[in-house]
């Protein structure tokens, strides 16, 4: 068996890291506006203190931002910095004042910790940096609190950042790769009634819940390689990658996670019942296939209770596999006779990326592939009855406007292949150049398009690799 691949990555952090950040910048504003003897900012202040004690520490705690994403003691933390916090501008203060982050003692006090955000009150970044702050912190007497560096928080560096992208790709791929294995073998067992490793399967979702929690964006890349050489496998794999990258952009906890990205890959396990011609039948499905097909979801609870031992991750995977292609006005199948009540909601994120998946491979349903951007307006605007809107619309974001493994053509006549989107303006996504009007570059171009320096280089459309003769698996799978 393959060995897991191990490598350092952060954690999701849960409500108690959630709420410590938004009681952090929140105090942090406060201390703007008010007196620090004022009841409303003291209030604050004993929340925050609350809130520091409950999360777990080996001493110390710290708090930074990594280009627009939030940890904590390295846990990454999904929450909203434009909403009441107003992280997202003190974030911009610090960036000009050369900071990255800030590192607490668990033996702070509430009046240094108040002290501490006056004195950050009275900086402005045109007379002051991060070696005279942090100075200036312990002459004021703060002994406790250390200003991170954007270097030490890991927030700078650009040529870093490219490795780390590159470190990353490969990981993925390895992972992406144990994923469809596992897939495999879950199939191979299913269809001859032997009892499924489900400890294995679990952890190839962990892994894959580490690694989206790091980058989401080089899954998702794999996630847009639709010609693998059986694409059964891949597809379940990939609905896997996109539920648990949905999951993690709704502040879903780790168990929550896992019972999702296992779901999502025992979804379609109803197939395996169903006969092989039909699952790989070239032609348009007639209505004796439909009916056959219409099958498995319910072939794939029984398969799912059959052969796995009971436990919450079976039950999850059971009901996904029910309700998968029930729809949010409970057309769809199964027929549901008797009393109706809303699909769960891992079932309802299962059913976004089921379909969206299926739509831009051309396979088994839709035998004509679509485009990413074709798809997510099929979906947003022709299949209004099948999806709830918020999920949808938190979908769209993953996707972006220029999806991760697309190929776009720069307005300076290069060609280029999206690898992660830009939260902050998703027509500047992270690319690598790969072609320009000489043809094929050797050594591909990484590019931010978000960049000072490459604001001549914009993003005219989405390329069909097939109409060049490209196969984008060339620009994906290697450096």
């Not at 703007?32 to 900012?41: C, K, P, V």
């Not at 491979?361 to 809107?389: A, L």
């Not at 918020?390 to 690898?419: H, Q, R």
């Not at 398009?449 to 994906?476: M, T």
Request: aromatic residues 8%.
């Amino acid at each position: 068996m393959t060995e897991p691949v191990n490598y350092d990555v952060s954690i999701l952090g849960g409500q108690a890291e959630q709420r410590l950040l938004s009681s952090f910048f929140v105090l942090y504003k406060t201390c703007r506006i008010i007196d620090l003897s004022n009841a409303t900012f003291r209030r604050q202040l004993t929340t925050f203190m609350d809130h520091l004690a409950a999360v777990p520490n080996y001493g110390d705690i710290t708090i930074k931002a990594v280009h627009d994403r939030y940890f904590v003691n390295e846990r990454l933390v999904r929450f909203d910095d434009h909403g009441q916090s107003g992280a997202s501008g003190v974030v911009a203060e610090w960036r000009r004042l050369g900071v990255g982050g800030v590192t607490l003692d668990i033996r702070v006090s509430p009046d240094e910790v108040a002290s501490f955000l006056q004195f950050m009150a009275t900086e402005k970044p045109s007379s002051v940096n991060i070696e005279t702050l942090s100075a200036q912190l312990t002459a004021h007497g703060i002994p406790y609190i250390k200003l991170l560096s954007m270097k030490e928080a890991g927030a700078e560096d650009p040529t870093v950042s490219e490795e780390a992208r590159r470190r990353f790709r490969l990981m993925a791929r390895k992972t992406f790769v144990r994923a469809i294995s596992v897939v495999q073998d879950i199939v191979a067992s299913a269809t001859n009634d032997k009892e499924l490793n489900t400890a294995r399967t679990k952890r190839v979702v962990h892994t894959l819940i580490d690694h989206i929690a790091q980058d989401e964006s080089s899954l998702l890349e794999l996630a847009a390689i639709k010609d693998y050489d059986d694409y059964t496998y891949a597809h379940s794999t990939n609905v896997c990658v996109y539920a648990l990258t949905m999951g993690v952009r709704l502040g879903l906890d780790r168990p929550r996670l896992s019972q999702l990205g296992f779901g999502a890959l025992f979804h379609d396990i109803g197939k395996v019942k169903l006969p092989a011609d039909l699952i790989r039948k070239p032609d348009a499905f007639d209505e004796n296939d439909w009916i056959q097909m219409q099958r498995h979801p319910m072939l794939g609870v029984k398969t799912i209770l059959y052969n796995l031992k009971f436990d919450p991750h079976t039950a999850r995977a059971a009901r996904g596999a029910f309700e998968h292609h029930i729809n949010r006005d409970f057309t769809g199948y199964p027929v549901l006779r008797h009393q109706r009540r809303p699909t769960n909601l891992f079932s309802q994120i299962i059913a976004i990326v089921d379909t969206f998946d299926a739509l831009t491979s051309g396979r088994v349903y839709i035998k004509k592939q679509m485009t990413p951007d074709e798809v997510i307006r099929k979906m947003r605007y022709q299949m209004t009855v099948k999806f709830d809107p918020f999920l949808l619309k938190i979908f769209n974001d993953v996707i972006g406007v220029y999806p991760a493994g697309s190929l776009v053509l720069l307005t300076t006549d290069e060609i280029a292949l999206v690898l992660t989107n830009n939260e902050h303006d998703f027509a500047r996504p992270y690319v690598k150049i790969v072609g320009n009007r000489s043809g094929l570059l050797t050594d591909p171009l990484w590019v931010d398009l978000a960049g000072a320096d490459n604001l001549e280089r914009r993003i005219v459309r989405l390329i069909d690799p097939s109409r060049y003769g490209l196969d984008i698996k060339d620009f994906i799978l290697t450096d």
